[in-house]
C-alpha cells in the first residue's frame, strides 16, 4: 500500500471557513472584484499560477502593504534567474513590520521575549518602535548607511528583532547567526559580507548552563576589520560586556538615540534586506541575498492567508537566529499579531517548557520540528491532555518530512483540534513552496497543497512533469522571493549553478517529491541524498519513517555506499537509552523496513552509533557521511555541524565494520 492510500483525513475545515479565515476572506474579496469565483483551494491556487502578475497584485493590496511610491507593474522582466518585482516601486522593510504602531495596536504586545538567563520581557509594538527608532540613530551616528551590512551574533529575542529592524528601516542589510557558533563558522559568513555593524551578546544560556563569550566575540571583532561600530547585548546578566574600543552596550545606544523616530528609508524593491546562508557543510556557505518587496509580499502571502496570522493572534516558532525560520517569524510582525521568542533549549527544564509555554500565553500559532514533534511522541507525552490549549489553532512543522506516526500523536495527544500544517522550502527562497491551508484537509503523512502563486510540480530525469509518482521539485514561473543573488557573484555565475543549470530555465530545488491525487505533496528527503539501489531511486524518508517509530531507536541516518557499480544501503542508529543493537532488534528492523517499505529499502548494513550529525540549524548531514563512506576527498567544513564529534564517531565505527574504502 503506498503513502498516497494511508492517507485519511484527520483534520477538516470548519464549515464557516471561508467566511472566518483570511484566505477565505481573500477569496470572496477577489470575486467581489470580478475574479472567479473561485470553487475550492485548488481552483483559486489555479488561477494564482495562471495569471500570476495580477495574483500577486492583489495579495499586495488585500495584505495592506505600504509603500512611498507605487510600482510600474508587478512583475517587469519574466526570467529566471532575471525576473524583476515591482519595478519603479520605493518602500522600506521596517515601515511595513512595524505598521501595527500606528494605529489601534500600537498600546499592543508586539514581543514577550523568553531564555533561560533572563527575565520574561515584553514590550508593546509603540515601545518597539520607539527603540528601534532610537538604535538607528545610534548606528548612524557611528556612520552606518544604507546597503551597510549589520550583523547579529544574537539569541532569538528581543534584541534581536529591535536590531534588525532598525538595521533596515536605514536602508541597511541584516545578517544574523546564532551565538553557539565557532568563530570559524561565523567568520565563514560575516567575513564574506563584510559588515559595518555588530550587535552581539555576551553569552548564552542552554540546558540550564550558561556560556560566556566575551573573549570568543572579541576575537570575532578583531577578524572583521570593516566595522565601525560593536553593541553588546547583556545576555549574561552580571556578566562583562564584549570588549573592545568600539563596544557600545544596548542599553547606552538606545540611550544615545533616545527620541529619534525610526527614518524608514525608501529603497528599490530589489535591495538587499536579509543575507542568508547556506548549511556550509562543504565549504565556506553561500551568502543568499534576498530582497526587499519580494521577501515581504510573500510572508505577507505565507503568514496571513496560508497561515492565517491576524492581530488578534499570537504566534510562537522556535528557532535560533542561524535558520530562516527565525525571518520568517519575524515578518508575523506585518500581521500585528504578539511573537513569543524562546530561546534556550526546547527540552529545558522539560520537553513540555514549550507546550507549558503554548498554554501560558495562550499562542494560536506554534510553530516546531518535525523532530521536536517526534520527540514528543517517544516520550508518550500528551499535552493535549494536561495543558489549556483552547487558543491553539495552528502547528507549524518544518525541518523534514513528518511522519505519518507524528500526525497520528498530534490528533490523538498532541493538538487534537488544531490545523497541523507541514510546511517545507528552504533558506533559498526564505519561505515556502508547498504547506498549509486553512481550507483544505489535512491527510495524514501528506502536506495539503502547493502555496498560492507558486508553480510547483514534480518533473522527472526528462525534464517534464511526471503524472504520477516522484521526482525532482520545481518551480516554473518566477516566486518574489527567490534570491536576487548570491553575494560577490557579479556575473551570477554560482546562483545560475545552485537552482537552474538542472532544468534550463526552471527553479530545481533539490527535494525528491511526489504531488498526490488529493492536490498534496510528500517529500522524500533531499535529491541530491536518494539512494539508488539497483538502479530504483529511494528516498531517505521512506527508511526514517520505518526506524524512528520504532520505541528502540532514538535517531537514525542513512546514506549509499558505492561499491561494484551498484548501491548498497547503510543504516546507522542510535537506540534508545537503556537499548542496544542486538541481533533481535536488527532483525525486527529489517523486517519493519521490508514489510512498511520494500526489500530494496533494506539496508545492506545497520550500525550502531552514539550520535548523529545536524547541521547548526538541526538538518541531519547525510551528504557528509555519504562522502566519508564513499571516500571522497573533499573536505567537510565542520565549523557548520552542531556535533562534529559524531563524524568522527561515526568514522570510528565505519573502520570497525571495514566499511571505510580502501586506499
Known amino acids: 500500500m503506498s503513502l498516497t492510500e494511508q492517507s485519511p483525513v484527520v483534520w477538516t475545515p470548519s464549515e464557516d471557513a471561508v467566511n472566518t479565515t483570511q484566505i477565505g476572506r481573500f477569496n470572496t474579496w477577489?470575486?467581489?472584484?470580478?475574479?472567479?469565483?473561485?470553487?475550492?483551494?485548488?481552483?483559486?491556487?489555479?488561477?494564482?499560477?495562471?495569471?500570476?502578475?495580477?495574483?500577486?497584485?492583489k495579495v499586495w493590496d488585500y495584505c495592506g502593504l505600504i509603500c512611498e511610491t507605487p510600482a510600474n507593474k508587478v512583475l517587469g522582466k519574466r526570467d529566471m534567474p532575471g525576473a524583476e518585482w515591482f519595478p519603479g516601486m520605493k518602500l522600506n522593510f521596517a515601515a511595513n513590520l512595524l505598521r501595527p504602531a500606528e494605529g489601534e495596536h500600537a498600546s499592543k504586545e508586539a514581543v514577550v521575549a523568553y531564555c533561560e538567563t533572563r527575565p520574561v520581557l515584553r514590550r508593546t509594538y509603540s515601545e518597539l518602535k520607539a527603540d528601534v527608532g532610537a538604535l538607528e540613530a545610534f548606528l548612524r551616528s557611528k556612520g552606518i548607511e544604507?546597503?551597510?551590512?549589520?550583523?547579529?551574533?544574537?539569541?532569538?529575542?528581543?534584541?534581536?528583532?529591535?536590531?534588525?529592524?532598525?538595521?533596515?528601516?536605514?536602508?541597511?542589510?541584516?545578517?544574523?547567526?546564532?551565538?553557539?557558533?565557532?568563530?570559524?563558522?561565523?567568520?565563514d559568513r560575516f567575513g564574506q559580507i563584510e559588515p559595518s555593524a555588530l550587535i552581539v551578546v555576551n553569552g548564552y544560556g542552554y540546558g540550564g548552563k550558561t556560556f560566556a563569550r566575551q573573549k570568543d566575540f572579541a576575537e570575532l571583532i578583531a577578524g572583521l576589520p570593516t566595522l565601525k561600530c560593536v553593541v553588546s547585548v547583556e545576555q549574561l546578566p552580571g556578566e562583562a560586556a564584549v570588549p573592545g574600543e568600539m563596544v557600545t552596550t544596548w542599553d547606552e545606544a538606545l540611550a544615545s538615540g533616545a527620541g529619534q523616530a525610526p527614518s524608514f528609508t525608501p529603497v528599490d524593491p530589489g535591495h538587499p534586506v536579509y543575507i542568508l546562508y547556506s548549511s556550509g557543510t562543504t565549504g565556506k556557505p553561500k551568502c543568499i541575498v534576498h530582497g526587499t518587496a519580494g521577501l515581504l509580499i510573500n510572508h505577507a502571502k505565507e503568514l496571513m492567508l496560508h497561515g492565517d496570522?491576524?492581530?488578534?493572534?499570537?504566534?510562537?516558532?522556535?528557532?535560533?537566529?542561524?535558520?530562516?525560520?527565525?525571518?520568517?517569524?519575524?515578518?508575523?510582525?506585518?500581521?500585528?499579531?504578539?511573537?513569543?521568542?524562546?530561546?534556550?533549549?526546547?527540552?529545558?527544564?522539560?520537553l513540555s517548557f514549550l507546550w507549558d509555554t503554548v498554554a501560558k500565553e495562550r499562542v494560536t500559532h506554534f510553530g516546531t520540528s518535525a523532530r521536536f514533534i517526534a520527540g514528543c511522541r517517544k516520550a508518550e507525552m500528551a499535552p493535549a491532555e494536561t495543558l489549556d490549549l483552547s487558543k491553539l489553532r495552528v502547528v507549524f512543522s518544518t525541518g523534514s518530512p513528518l511522519l505519518p506516526e507524528d500526525y497520528d500523536w498530534v490528533y490523538s495527544h498532541g493538538a487534537p483540534k488544531a490545523l497541523l500544517g507541514s510546511i517545507a522550502g528552504g533558506t533559498d527562497i526564505c519561505g515556502c513552496f508547498v504547506g498549509s491551508t486553512p481550507l483544505l484537509p489535512v491527510r495524514r503523512g501528506e502536506i495539503q497543497c502547493r502555496f498560492l502563486g507558486v508553480d510547483a510540480v514534480a518533473y522527472g530525469d526528462?525534464?517534464?512533469?511526471?503524472?504520477?509518482?516522484?521526482?525532482?521539485?520545481?518551480?516554473?514561473?518566477?516566486?518574489?522571493?527567490?534570491?536576487?543573488a548570491f553575494w560577490d557573484d557579479a556575473n551570477g555565475e554560482r546562483y545560475r549553478a545552485a537552482y537552474f543549470d538542472t532544468f534550463s530555465g526552471v527553479w530545481a530545488h533539490g527535494d525528491f517529491i511526489e504531488f498526490t491525487e488529493h492536490g498534496g505533496a510528500i517529500i522524500y528527503g533531499r535529491s541530491d541524498a536518494t539512494l539508488n539501489p539497483g538502479g530504483v531511486r529511494i528516498g531517505t524518508a521512506?527508511?526514517?519513517?520505518?526506524?524512528?517509530?520504532?520505541?528502540?531507536?532514538?535517531?537514525?541516518?542513512?546514506?549509499?555506499?558505492?561499491?561494484?557499480?551498484?548501491?548498497?544501503?547503510?543504516?546507522?542508529?542510535?537506540?534508545?537509552?537503556?537499548?542496544?543493537l542486538t541481533d533481535e532488534l536488527l532483525k525486527q528492523l529489517?523486517?519493519?523496513?521490508?514489510?512498511?517499505?520494500?526489500?530494496?529499502?533494506?539496508?545492506?548494513?545497520?550500525?550502531?552509533?552514539?550520535?548523529i550529525p545536524y547541521t547548526r540549524s538541526g538538518k541531519k548531514v547525510e551528504l557528509a557521511v555519504a562522502r566519508l563512506i564513499n571516500g571522497s576527498t573533499k573536505a567537510d567544513n565542520r565549523d557548520a555541524l552542531g556535533n562534529p564529534e559524531a563524524l568522527d564517531q561515526i568514522r570510528e565505527r565505519l573502520a570497525e565494520e571495514n566499511l571505510l574504502p580502501q586506499d
Not at 149 to 172: K, P
Not at 462 to 484: F, I, K, T
Not at 595 to 606: D, N, T
Request: net charge negative; glycine share 10%.
Open 462 to 484: 526528462d525534464g517534464h512533469p511526471v503524472n504520477q509518482g516522484r521526482g525532482e521539485l520545481v518551480c516554473r514561473q518566477p516566486l518574489p522571493s527567490m534570491p536576487v
Open 542 to 580: 521512506e527508511i526514517y519513517r520505518q526506524v524512528e517509530t520504532e520505541a528502540a531507536i532514538k535517531d537514525s541516518l542513512v546514506v549509499g555506499r558505492q561499491i561494484d557499480g551498484d548501491v548498497e544501503v547503510v543504516l546507522f542508529v542510535v537506540p534508545a537509552d537503556d537499548q542496544t
Open 590 to 611: 529489517k523486517t519493519r523496513i521490508r514489510q512498511g517499505a520494500s526489500p530494496r529499502h533494506v539496508p545492506k548494513h545497520i550500525v550502531q552509533v552514539p550520535d
Open 146 to 187: 544604507k546597503g551597510d551590512r549589520v550583523a547579529g551574533v544574537v539569541t532569538n529575542g528581543y534584541e534581536a528583532l529591535a536590531g534588525m529592524l532598525a538595521a533596515t528601516s536605514l536602508g541597511a542589510i541584516w545578517s544574523s547567526a546564532s551565538p553557539d557558533f565557532g568563530i570559524g563558522a561565523i567568520l
Open 309 to 350: 496570522v491576524g492581530p488578534e493572534d499570537r504566534f510562537l516558532y522556535f528557532t535560533t537566529c542561524g535558520w530562516m525560520m527565525w525571518n520568517w517569524q519575524a515578518s508575523a510582525l506585518l500581521t500585528g499579531a504578539a511573537v513569543i521568542t524562546v530561546d534556550g533549549s526546547p527540552g529545558y527544564p522539560s
Open 30 to 57: 477577489l470575486e467581489n472584484q470580478g475574479y472567479g469565483p473561485f470553487a475550492d483551494y485548488h481552483a483559486l491556487h489555479q488561477w494564482s499560477v495562471e495569471d500570476l502578475e495580477t495574483f500577486w497584485g
